[in-house]
């Protein structure tokens, strides 16, 4: 008997491959890196597969990898799978062609997802899957959970007969993460599937010794394209073979599917040809249409490669007159996209009779919304006689007019499906509650239920949406949620900001999360939402679920309250019946964390329904609290029209002309998004305070600011703002102000932490202290617009080696959507803060590229001059090389302005030629010198007005010095990018790394990278990472001539200072490679600090520096800045969960590892020490 | 030399026994100190409030900030299952049954009544030869009375061995108003042994950096004062086995505690301090002071020198602490 299950796509696919697969290579990339997790996780838990054996899962360094490890596992006779997408699916594709030439079977499967062009997007697209339509792979597309389930069986077992590699591929994130209730196949059901035999055919064709062949010969012109034609019967078969598949797999489970499934009208005439989840829509749509008598239809394309002519056009209703093919991807400059190019050609070929009007358009590019309202567009399209051709649906484009116009408000969502809205506060718990009463519901009765989610782009402090659909049919409804009978919103500080009550029905359910009592909450609503609560006739139930929860021991997490609420007033399940079963939910997920856990949530149910209330709503609006503005008054235009309408959560609307055309936005935005996120703030105290500095350079938001300025300046000052007499002693008569930015902080808490400054008779009292940020906001608001205000002190007066004068130079990196307290972005901050005017900044692909680029806002600022960081994004594996070609092209610049200079130093004069072609530029002030001789430069080349004088005025800016920044995490700088990270270290330009090193990969969630230290759990080391760390540094070292250091800011932040200071200032190649604590370690955020202090004092991270300098000065190059080991690893490995949680679920394991790691402490020390104390010679040992 | 003794009805062959410490975390541990002639080992307490913490935190941390960014809707992989709560403690204590032939006790500190109870029970189940109540608190509500702790304590003790069939010792703090009404009703509520006397960790002041350090700090052998008047005092007035415990570093420590009527000695700080190999040491001190008394068995010695045996009763009560401050050297 088939299981019922609700699950999301990518463990419904990853189910299926596991079982039916040997080998599995894996990398992450969103939105499939959940399928690899699974399956390493399942393989750490020694779970088998179909032929009993626990097949074996590796990761590697890159999808390339991942592609050539398949390859190799093929060649073998091994059944092999990898997960992948977008750029992922990119990287692949070499394999690809090879893989399909030598007709070996294999699937990938992917969660499809668009791919960077004017800018990266980890959403859902079919654009990476059709980037590999020539590769010869065949190409499968399922529609849903269930679809992607039960292709990832039909596929395997027509790979293997037709000798060809599939693709199976779903709607990334639409799919993957859709939750939804499915049949499960039975491992009986898939043995009836897969046909032994070609198991063992596949395992035949292997390359072995005992049976010597070659493989991968170079062919020449004159056999090369005969042996390229050999493979076409396989093709031709392969169609066949696929429907073969697919109607065993029916007479096994009942569900029958076809390579080109039709659904409408018998007499259609309009007909929608679609792939993927899309399909799902147009289908219901349909279903809805021809009840009302509409002659329409959808042709589901669901084999995509090998394209099968005769069937796709025997698919077609006869009768259809126009066809509208929708492609989920762009291809520009082409006749059209793929698939209607498909369809045109095949309709050609086999189409019997007179030939319909084909159309093709674009729709859901990002996983854009695609409605029953598009699809209705479309169909009505379609009536015209001369519709229009390579259309799009979904946006309003109003530059190349090619959108169709929609009823935003045509819906067909059933009666009989309840359907609910939660705005959660990111981490609160509301998704995973919501994942939770989505199981409950669809395990506990007959009902079917969805769930889809969305998420914010920061990560911090962001919103979640879950929307849920329950009802007694399958629910085939990929899209969200516009009418819904139950709103609830967790956050109640939302209701300023976005309209929460958009999609509530009149006579439906708003649940308010509130610290307000039944007596005062309808006092403290927004106009608007009173006004909506009365014209809908909504009822209003409230709760205060953040003291409920609390009270139960789980402060912040308020996620069983509210599903406890969302249960007992939708009425659902009966009320017992509810209850017991979320219990009995709770019992089981918690059970293996243990009882306490167990407790605190029975508690937090228990506690809730006697606080949960509902209010009588006035029919009276009497409020006058107004919807926030998304950004302030008066911030420039682009900003309040283009990124204001994207923070309010209106960026659907924006038209194509709003758009920047080349992905090229304006710097310094994130200070107009005012989050508000911190429930509390620190404050300063002047008298405690002993200025040295450490809170600003800690503060990973840039929220505290130093200003040291004349008196003078403090004219108009509001009466709250604090000020005192600078410290420093080469500051004497300048005042000295710290200010909070109230509004950006989130509220972290590690400058508290880090503050050294304690009231000498409660030393419990700091200078800084954390209070609560309401009350504190409007005033600190103001005090920190006037602060703004002051005077930035000369940076000649600022002695950058020393901490406490350094910090106040201004940050260019500032209010990043960062995690809070994030590590890595002090050290960026400081970059900027020493650098950032003359600095070019090229990002690999991951957090650092998220919190520094993602819309609507960026960090990346610039200063009173106008100057900053110029910050850019290739991919995850090039960055060394991105950065490496902007040198490149940087030095060449130069180079030819030099030339020019002096070409025409007749023309500029002999006194500013010197100047511009010999300015020492290795301080600030040279530089700044030198700006001031290329100002002249360009009055005098305005005058000049010959084509040479033009071409070096277009250059002149080259003169002036430019840092190379390359940054990236160890993601990138020990796997992906290292080859040619390495490429550029080798190269002794003048480039400087930063390698922010969580020793994960952080943005995807914490997969294991070389970095990743022995003994930790990560994903794909879910039973403990069993080798040790690389040594990048030491690596780097070999090449004598490049830079190193290894920094951990919270254990010597003046030996951080100082690396950077002199990586920046070396004349060649430098490399920092920074301790970056993270979410990802599982720690307690605010005091990270200590984290890294431990992890110096244990040996675990060693601080050095390597001067190539020193070596010419015949000094040894390598300093230590550690002491030896003084406390035991234990004590640092017991402060973090990624290594506490191998000895709560492996502790034997860990008792082995953690002695290894001890290992490697010891003997890594003594290897350093040598090498430090080695005795040096003229630059060489001795 | 007879070295056999009995405590909580189990037969020993040395009254040396290891006294619940980190050396108990490995069986590798155990083992050595059966091999070097240790008569018992209690394992390291159970602490429930550690335990739950440990489930608290790991929860937190592997929920904290999920579920909130796309990419990353989680940070940490879910492991099958988890070696948490009492797990692990069971497990070692079956494997210590599994690896040894001297007597196994178990050490727990609960936080409610009815935890006490389930833990003591599932140690039980696991094999334990006999299981020590680690009664350590610090009372510190205003309100809280002294009887009302005392009746607490009592509480637990009777509710334990009421729900146990393997002997329950209490190892208990000296800080009752009247430790011998005390052992009295603790023997009343079941309990067949006293473990005297639980050691607290005081914090310490960390001068330069101005914080509250938490210190551990081995007892020294002027440590053994406290349990050895103890002991003599309750010895035979209270019918209940004693083990002394704080402050055992030599044989002549062991003599003293076993004159006074001590079934058994404990010993962790000087383990700690020079290592598994010392109790051989305090052995060979032990059984040399015996020749050299011309005892020939450790149960001719137990009580022989208790304040019911003793010349001079009165020397282990308040005069004789008087009397030794007036008599001190002044220099």
Known sequence: MAEWMTLDGNEAVARVAYKLSEVIAIYPITPSSAMGEWSDEWASASQLNLWGTVPRVVEMQSEAGAAGAVHGALQMGALTTTFTASQGLLLMIPNMYKIAGELTPAVFHVAARSLAAQGLSIFGDHSDVMATRATGWGLLSSVSVQEAHDFALITQAASLKARLPFIHFFDGFRTSHEVNKIQLLTEDDMRAVMDEDMVRAHRQRALSPERPTIRGTAQNPDVYFQARETVNPFYAACPDIVQAAMDTFASVTGRQYHLYDYEGAPDAERVIVIMGSGAETVHETVNYLTAQGERVGVLKVRLYRPFDVERFAAALPATVKAIAVLDRTKEPGSVGEPMYGDAITALHEAWQGVMPVIIGGRYGLSSKEFTPAHVKAVFDHLTQAKPKNHFTVGINDDVSHTSLDYDADFSIEGADVIRAVFYGLGADGTVGANKNSIKIIGENTDNHAQGYFVYDSKKSGSMTISHLRFGPNPIRAPYLISQANFTACHQENFLERYDMLAEAIPGSVFLLNTRSSVDTVWGDLPRSVQEQLIAKRLRLFIIDAHTVAKDSGMAGRINIVMQVCFFAISGVLPGDEAIKAIKKTIEKTYAKKGEAVIAMNLKAVDNTLENLFEVTVPQTVTSSIPMMLPVPAGAPAFVCDVLGTMIARRGDSLPVSAMPIDGVYPSGTTQYEKRNLAEEIPVWDPDICIQCGKCAMVCPHAVIRIKAYEPAALVGAPETFKSTPARDTEWQGLSYSIQVAPEDCTGCGICVDVCPAKNKSALNQKALMMNPQPPLREQERVNWEYFLTLPELDRNLIKPTSIRQQQVQQPLFEFSGACSGCGETPYIKLLTQLFGDHSVIANATGCSSIYGGNLPTTPYTYNAEGRGPAWANSLFEDNAEFGFGMRVALDKQAEEAREQVHRLAGDIGSELTELLLNTDQRDEAGIYTQRENVAALKLRLADINTPAALRLLSQADSLIKRDVWIVGGDGWAYDIGFGGLDHVLASGRNVNVLVLDTEVYSNTGGQMSKSTPRGAVAKFAAGGKRAGKKDLGLMAMTYGNVYVARVALGAKDEQTLRAFIEAEAYDGPSLIIAYSHCIAHGINMTTALRNHKAAVESGQWLLYRYNPERAERGENPLMLDSRPPKIPLKDYLHMENRFKMLELSAPETAATLFAEAQDDVNNRWAYYEYLANRPFNGGKPS | ?331
């Open chain 2, 1 to 331: 030399m007879n070295l056999q003794t009995e405590y909580l009805g189990l037969k020993l062959r040395s009254p040396l026994v290891a006294s619940a410490s980190p050396l108990s975390e490995k069986i590798d541990n155990i083992k050595r100190l059966e091999d070097v002639g240790a008569g018992a080992v209690v394992l390291y307490s159970l602490f429930e409030e550690q335990l739950r913490r440990e489930q608290l935190a790991l929860h937190h941390h592997t929920t904290f900030g999920t579920e909130s960014y796309a990419e990353a809707l989680s940070y940490f992989p879910e492991p099958d299952e988890y070696h948490t709560g009492s797990r692990g403690y069971l497990d070692l204590i079956r494997k210590a049954k599994q690896s040894v032939d001297i007597p196994i006790i178990a050490s727990l500190n609960g936080t409610t009544l009815g935890s006490w109870e389930k833990f003591a029970q599932q140690i039980q189940a696991a094999g334990a030869d006999a299981l020590e109540l680690n009664l350590y608190s610090i009372p510190t509500d205003l309100d809280t009375h002294g009887w009302e702790v005392e009746q607490t304590d009592v509480d637990i003790v009777r509710t334990v061995c009421e729900s146990l069939t393997i002997p329950v010792a209490v190892k208990l703090s000296p800080f009752f108003s009247n430790m011998a009404n005390m052992a009295k009703r603790f023997k009343e509520a079941g309990a067949k042994g006293l473990v005297l006397f639980n050691r607290f960790y005081q914090p310490d002041i960390d001068l330069e950096a101005l914080e509250v350090r938490p210190n551990v700090l081995l007892s020294t052998p002027q440590s053994l004062r406290l349990p050895l008047r103890w002991i003599a005092i309750l010895y035979k007035r209270v019918e209940i086995d004693f083990a002394g415990t704080s402050g055992v570093h030599t044989g002549e420590d062991a003599a003293k505690l076993l004159l006074v009527g001590a079934n058994v000695t404990m010993m962790a700080s000087a383990l700690l301090r020079n290592g598994i190999d010392h109790l051989r040491i305090v052995e060979h001190g032990l059984t040399d002071w015996m020749e050299r008394h011309e005892y020939e068995s450790v149960a001719q010695m137990r009580g022989a020198l208790s304040q019911i045996h003793s010349e001079s009763p009165a020397a282990f009560e308040r005069a004789q602490y008087i009397k030794a401050i007036m008599n001190y050297p002044m220099g």
